[in-house]
């Protein structure tokens, strides 16, 4: 049964940082693709950060180019999410995402919140 937990998350000042992780279990971590993606109030859920194949490319969203970094430690089945300079509008709940690479099946952890508040 595939699990994602997510951890990390916090209030934080504008222009401070966080890195979130995501602790994945139940399924071969090295043939799914990982990805972040958040939501935020009143808003639809939106692609932050992914890697187009396992351990490969990575993907942002423009918002976040710069400032976001994804990286995964396979030994670890975890995923992080490092945010530098984080602004007011990056406050979300943020989810990781698995997919395994042969279907478009996709798997969800609960989430964990991020605001960004002075």
């Known amino acids: 049964q595939v699990q994602l937990v997510e951890s990390g998350g916090g209030l934080v000042q504008p222009g401070g940082s966080l890195t979130l992780s995501c602790a994945a279990s139940?399924?071969?971590?090295?043939?799914?693709?990982m990805s972040w993606y958040r939501q935020a109030p009143g808003k639809e859920r939106e692609l932050v950060a992914s890697e187009r194949r396992p351990g490969g490319v990575t993907n942002y969203a423009d918002s976040v180019k710069g400032r976001f970094t994804i990286s995964r430690d396979n030994a670890k089945s975890t995923i992080y999410l490092q945010m530098n300079s984080l602004k007011l509008e990056d406050t979300a709940v943020y989810y990781c995402?698995?997919?395994?690479?042969?279907?478009?099946?996709?798997?969800w952890g609960k989430g964990t919140l991020v605001t960004v508040s002075s």
């Open positions: 139940g399924f071969t971590f090295g043939n799914y693709y």
């Open positions: 995402n698995a997919r395994p690479v042969w279907a478009a099946i996709d798997y």
